[in-house]
């Protein structure tokens, strides 16, 4: 048989972050018609939310970008953004799926990034997006908007519209690929780390837009409480996670983000004294051990194993207090630090899974089952590496599925 | 020689507010490369992008210059949109990079715009279109090794209907998990793991295996490889459009450490193996050292399967005799992810004990012929700990196999320097630097069965999507949409074979070949990714990318600098 006679299937791709892209350009690049959804305004992911990627240390974006235009561009694929599967039906061995499309106010296809609705804005709502959105656009906060629409009045291409009803398109495919990575989950729950308490303890997510180069600060290592230097950093691991009340699993991602993250400190600003609080480091990619290595000796970030039992704020905005038992030493700690980063509380996302009916079948800690075609942090907490590889090697399984 | 059409966009307003397009017109109207000057409200909207795609059309323009937004704005859909109807089109940045940034000098932002579409004409008039090459793409592959990894990408690639030839240097498929009796964490047979796999290549017709055979020369590059293979049957050739290296990698002996080879008992993980396989394993207190000449100065990396195997055999020690205790002395427990995580809690809840040790002070072997104990310092507890202990089982890393490096020499790809296959980048896993060639499994980085079997799905559909386009042209070769920015090309009458760009090209698309009496630079075009390095390098200027050659530089520079009236 030729491989030119083998039918060409449709494939329904859910997420478009690295796992999704990577699954949708397989399968266009092989010949399938790909449907690829994305509940967020862009492609791209957490991952083009991050500052820096580890272990190359590259801008994260440069390369996403390749990816980002490589599924835009593809006449094999569509991209449907700010869309969500509403209903999945499965009959005959394929499936029909609704896909609801909500435009957001500002109409993405028809921004220009002229930033006139921001100077228009009484209420400064109108904000661009994310820097490293492609095309960058400007998005408008619904929750604190005032409605008085003046923004719509001075857009040169009338690309703002308050009253957009949702848009449904009906597509049938023949198999489904889930690839909705992976959400923050509140740390409010676990009162021991202080995590609302204090603008200086953040989560590592919001450090590495606190921190980015293209952020509000231009890399400045800053406190979030009154943008003063920070004389350290605390870099909690496994807060969250390894935890049997809030998530069970290792998010497998944390660890080499921590100690991207601390050495991007130290190179902005070396005086900054940091320490990563880990229960095991866990470096198991190409160049991940040493890349932890290389922090023990002159580049000073600290690894100390520990896990805090508790992390308050002093009073008098004097620091964030971190109580813990170091390990090594088996003393009880109170360390002092200016700020704290908390990494671990990721969780499989559903917010872009369809309603409870269409949903693929979960595990018990919120992972889709691998009775069902998935990749990414979807399918089991992966980093972008690992989540090419899933997402390529689901890429093939959904086009050789047994339709019978 | 063609002219030039000029679109220029006032970005309702944004460009036109500060830069003096009028001004622009009226002096490159003037300019005898340019055709026509068009000012436009808005190029990235429907209505005039249009118009710019028909008036190109149209008028069969060959040469089209944009004046718009930045690339990372709306600019490179319309350049892509435009350079679709089969004109050369460049675009100028005027409202990031000129009417944005210079807001409060719209005289000095006129002439800077006016000096960049200068430099881009001179660009657009002088540059050559390398010569392209239509590569006929054989549509049968050949994958080395027959491990997991090799076995999935081949059994991928023959249920996509390419005939695949699968070549191992032993007598059957299966690799290393034909050792493994169970496997983590659903602790099935090894072999019944890749059951159907293995069946797979002996009754798919697309598949043929060739057992005990090596790879004896290898020439040739993407599309069209000429390997020639040699084995029991004698020698064989064959041409294959792509390469799946799936050709593992070994685990470490771990001669003179823990006194192992001296003190009995003391065994490896592929020992309990087959221990385990023998049924002859009598233990009541077994230890498993992990990191045993890993995340040393020797070799600074984990090998991702030993913490998961010694829960899987630990707990095993413990289901098969009973009574029986397992100690896992570890620098840390690597079970990254959910279900990895949940396999530590259950050995956890099984009872394996698990101590942590620093790796300034490992742990000591007691005994002489035979082994009794462990001593370990619990660097949690702080104390000193003696194990008795009647089996001590080391769990040593995957190191690259010794054959690999010969292999990636022969493809041409490069390794680590731990002797394993590098890929091109982390967000394209098992693609390499010599395109058609792809990796996966345990000969790229150490990696469990699953995630092996994973890699070689990868590497198949890779390999599948190359094949499966069967012409390929060689300036589409390119992971960047839009294509290449073209071939580099060496003047055989000025070179004179100094082997500089051979030295620096990072694609080994660079070759010196002999003709007459002298070596001239032959540039693989299906290799050359434009990167520009043997142009950089090459003393007498005979190495050139035509679309950016010395006459488009030197005018470019030349007129950046130009008087703008």
Redesign the interface.
């Known amino acids: 048989m030729q491989p030119t006679e083998k039918k060409k299937r449709t494939i329904l791709v859910v997420g478009g972050g690295v796992a999704g892209m990577s699954a949708a350009f397989d399968l266009a690049d092989s010949g399938h018609r790909v449907h690829l959804v994305e509940s967020g305004h862009d492609l791209g992911g957490q991952v083009a939310k991050l500052d820096k990627f580890y272990p190359t240390d590259h801008c994260a974006f440069c390369p996403l970008w390749t990816e980002i235009r490589r599924c835009k561009e593809h006449s094999c694929i569509s991209v449907h953004t700010n869309s969500r599967v509403e209903t999945l039906e499965k009959s005959n061995g394929s499936y029909r799926a609704v896909i609801t499309k909500s435009t957001p106010v500002i109409d993405p296809d028809l921004c220009i990034y002229c930033g006139r609705c921001e100077s228009a804005c009484p209420k400064g709502v109108a904000r661009p997006i994310w820097e490293h959105a492609y095309p960058p656009v400007y998005l408008i906060d619904g929750d604190r908007c005032g409605d008085c629409r003046t923004c719509a009045d001075v857009c040169p291409t009338k690309a703002i519209g308050f009253d957009r009803e949702e848009l449904q398109a009906e597509v049938a495919v023949d198999e489904v690929i889930w690839s909705a990575g992976f959400t923050e989950v509140s740390l409010a729950p676990l009162k021991e780390y202080g995590w609302g308490t204090h603008p200086d303890i953040l989560t590592s997510l919001e450090f590495e837009s606190w921190k980015a180069e293209s952020g509000e600060n231009k890399g400045a290592i800053l406190r979030r409480s009154n943008k003063a230097i920070p004389r350290s950093i605390a870099f909690i691991q496994c807060a969250g996670a390894r935890d049997l009340r809030l998530l069970p699993q290792c998010s497998a991602v944390c660890c080499m983000h921590a100690l991207k993250q601390a050495q991007w400190v130290k190179r902005r600003n070396p005086d900054i004294h940091c320490v990563i609080l880990y229960t095991d480091l866990r470096t198991v990619g190409r160049d991940y051990y040493e890349y932890a290595l290389r922090d023990f000796g002159g580049n000073g970030v600290r690894l100390v194993r520990g896990r805090p039992s508790l992390i308050y704020p002093l009073p008098g905005g004097d620091g964030i207090a971190v109580k813990f038992e170091d390990t090594a030493t088996q003393k009880r700690e109170i360390w002092k630090f200016d700020m704290v980063v908390l990494n671990g509380n990721l969780k499989p996302t559903l917010s872009s899974l369809p309603g409870d009916n269409a949903r693929p079948e979960l595990d018990a800690e919120g992972f889709v089952n691998r009775t069902a075609t998935s990749c990414g942090f979807v399918m089991e907490p992966a980093d972008v590496t690992e989540s090419a590889i899933q997402a390529s090697s689901a890429a093939l399984r959904s086009i050789l599925a047994d339709k019978s | 020689m063609s002219k030039i059409s000029l679109f220029l966009c006032n970005?309702?307003?944004?460009i036109g507010r500060v830069i003096d397009l009028e001004f622009i017109r009226k002096k490159f109207e003037a300019d005898p490369d340019v055709d026509s000057v068009t000012i436009v409200d808005?190029l990235?909207?429907p209505d005039d992008a249009a118009k710019a795609q028909v008036l190109t059309r149209e008028r069969r323009i060959g040469k089209v210059l944009i004046g718009a937004?930045s690339p990372?704005?709306?600019m490179?859909?319309v350049r892509?949109g435009l350079a679709k109807e089969g004109a050369a089109v460049r675009a100028v940045d005027l409202r990031e990079g000129c009417a944005w940034i210079h807001g409060k000098d719209p005289e000095g932002a006129t002439r800077k715009a006016a000096n960049q579409i200068d430099m881009e004409l001179a660009l657009l008039q002088n540059r050559k279109d390398s010569k392209d090459l239509t590569l006929r793409v054989q549509?049968e592959v050949l994958v080395i090794g027959a491990g997991p990894a090799g076995l999935s990408a081949a059994c991928?690639l023959a249920?996509?209907?390419?005939r695949t030839h699968l070549v191992d240097r032993g007598s059957a498929p299966g690799g290393l998990l034909n050792v493994v009796k169970k496997v983590y964490p659903t602790d099935e047979p090894g072999p019944g793991k890749i059951k159907n796999l293995v069946d797979e290549t002996g009754e798919n017709p697309l598949i043929r295996f060739y057992g005990k055979t090596k790879i004896s020369s290898v020439k040739g590059y993407a599309g069209d490889f000429k390997v020639k293979l040699t084995g029991p049957e004698g020698n064989t050739a064959l041409r294959v459009g792509a390469v799946v290296l799936a050709t593992g990698a070994r685990i470490l002996f771990p001669q003179g450490l823990y006194g192992y080879g001296k003190i009995k008992n003391v065994i490896t993980q592929m020992e309990i193996e087959r221990r385990f396989a023998t049924g002859a394993l009598n233990c009541k207190t077994a230890v498993f050292i992990q990191c045993v000449g890993a995340?040393n100065a020797e070799r600074?990396?984990?090998s991702?399967i030993c913490c998961p195997l010694s829960l899987k055999n630990a707990m095993r020690v413990m289901d098969e005799n009973p009574g029986a205790r397992a100690y896992v002395l570890h620098r840390?427990?690597?079970?990254?992810?959910?279900?990895?995580?949940?396999y530590y809690?259950k050995a956890m809840q099984r009872g394996v004990q698990f101590i942590?040790f620093?790796a300034e002070r490992p742990p000591e072997v007691r005994g002489q012929e035979q082994v009794s104990g462990v001593e370990v310092f619990d660097?949690?507890?702080?104390v000193s700990r003696v194990i008795d202990s009647d089996l001590l089982v080391l769990s040593t890393p995957f190191v690259a196999d010794p054959e690999s490096a010969a292999i990636a020499r022969m493809f041409e790809i490069p390794v680590?320097k731990y002797g394993?296959y590098?890929e091109v980048?982390?967000?394209?896993?098992?693609e390499t630097r010599n395109d058609g060639i792809f990796i996966c499994g345990t000969s790229r980085?150490p990696v469990s069965s699953d995630?092996a079997?994973?890699?070689g799905?990868?590497?198949?559909?890779?390999a599948?999507?190359f094949?499966?386009k069967?012409t390929v042209s060689a300036l589409a070769m390119s992971?960047?949409?839009?294509g290449k920015l073209g071939h580099a090309a060496a003047d055989a009458a000025a070179c004179t074979g100094c082997g500089n760009c051979v030295a620096v090209c990072p694609y080994k698309a660079c070759r010196l070949q002999r003709t007459g009496n002298r070596s001239v630079s032959r540039v693989i075009k299906v290799r050359c990714k434009a990167c520009g390095n043997c142009v950089a390098v090459c003393p007498n200027g005979a190495m050139q990318m035509p679309e950016q050659n010395y006459r488009v530089t030197g005018e470019m520079i030349r007129r950046a600098f130009r008087e703008v009236r």
């Open positions: 970005c309702f307003g944004e808005s990235c909207m937004c990372y704005g709306k490179e859909f892509l549509q991928g249920r996509l209907g390419f995340r600074p990396y984990c991702t840390d427990i690597m079970t990254p992810g959910s279900v990895l995580e949940a809690r942590r620093d660097s949690i507890s702080g680590d394993f590098e980048y982390p967000i394209h896993p098992v980085w995630q079997i994973a890699q799905e990868a590497a198949a559909i890779k599948a999507s094949l499966g069967e992971r960047v949409p839009g």
